[in-house]
């Protein structure tokens, strides 16, 4: 589906299974821009599988600035027990260095805060690294809160699979 902006020459559409090489392509440059290009083991087939196959587990936007691929959101939801709610966590939202400024960002954002209004959810959340001072001003002059008092954890690789073989049944109960 494609959505208008106020934004004359932008269009925000909801990406399909064609876009897997353009959202991978994204996603490297949003690593290069971050000094993070070697974490990124994403593939298509992965891309594809996730984003577009039985299971999806994100939902990506693109948007295009006079016909051209320009940026992308990816997002997906989680759920507020505190509020009882779904929410939508942005993991990723990236525009292209010369197209920054333009209202790009702020347009999309609003675009995936409105999804989250639609759909009942309670928050719209994001991280953004703590070296990002184009990002975090930006951020604060839309009304965004930091969430100074949290601390963002993560297991992957080896210590992801050290934890799931913890309480593994068969770790857990004695062999007979």
């Known amino acids: 589906m494609h959505y208008t902006t106020a934004l004359p020459g932008l269009i925000i559409r909801d990406a399909v299974e064609q876009d897997v090489p353009l959202i991978l392509s994204f996603i490297r440059e949003l690593a290069v821009y971050e000094k993070m290009l070697d974490d990124v083991v994403a593939t298509e087939d992965g891309l594809k599988e996730h984003l577009f196959g039985e299971r999806r587990v994100a939902e990506v936007l693109i948007a295009e600035w006079e016909g051209a691929p320009v940026a992308f959101a990816l997002f997906f939801h989680n759920f507020s027990t505190f509020l009882g709610r779904p929410g939508i966590y942005l993991e990723d939202l990236y525009v292209k260095p010369e197209m920054r400024g333009k209202g790009i960002g702020k347009a999309m954002l609003s675009h995936i805060a409105n999804t989250a209004k ?57 062999k007979q």
């Open 118 to 174: 639609k759909r009942g959810c309670g928050r719209f959340e994001w991280s953004v690294l703590d070296w990002n001072e184009p990002a975090i001003t930006f951020y604060r002059s839309i009304g965004a809160v930091a969430m100074d008092e949290w601390e963002h954890f993560r297991l992957s690789g080896e210590a992801l699979e050290t934890v799931a073989e913890m309480c593994a049944p068969e770790n857990v109960y004695p």
